[in-house]
């Protein structure tokens, strides 16, 4: 079984910054280095889109709408990955989930509310 722990969302003023962390673990103590692991939000009334994903080799892509002002990085050896958010917007605003694909299924976390408001 795979488990994904999002931490660090919450409140935050136009053009703050937050960090967002997604802490992965398996029952089988599998290490997740190899695979890809992305962060998607999700706004009321809107689908789920893709933020930023990054490979097991440390490539990154980011959706066009936080380019340049979000970062994903990982911690192998925590099998963490990271979203560093800057100049955030109120459109921003959404619950963000941490994602892994593995042998098939899609494995999300249980997400973690960013609201950007004055």
């Known amino acids: 079984q795979v488990q994904l722990v999002e931490s660090g969302g919450g409140l935050v003023e136009p053009g703050g910054s937050l960090r967002l962390s997604c802490a992965a673990s398996?029952?089988?103590?599998?290490?997740?280095?190899?695979?890809?692991m992305g962060w998607y939000r999700q706004a009321p009334g809107k689908q789920r889109e893709l933020v930023a994903a990054?490979?097991?080799?440390?490539?990154?892509n980011y959706a066009d709408s936080v380019k340049g002002r979000c970062t994903i990085s990982r911690d192998n050896a925590k099998n963490t990955i990271y979203l560093e958010m800057n100049s955030l917007k109120p459109e921003d605003t959404a619950v963000y989930y941490c994602n892994v694909y593995l042998f098939g299924l899609n494995y999300w976390g249980q997400g973690t509310q960013v609201t950007v408001s004055s």
């Open positions: 398996a029952a089988s103590g599998m290490i997740f280095r190899s695979y890809t």
């Open positions: 990054i490979t097991g080799g440390g490539s990154t």
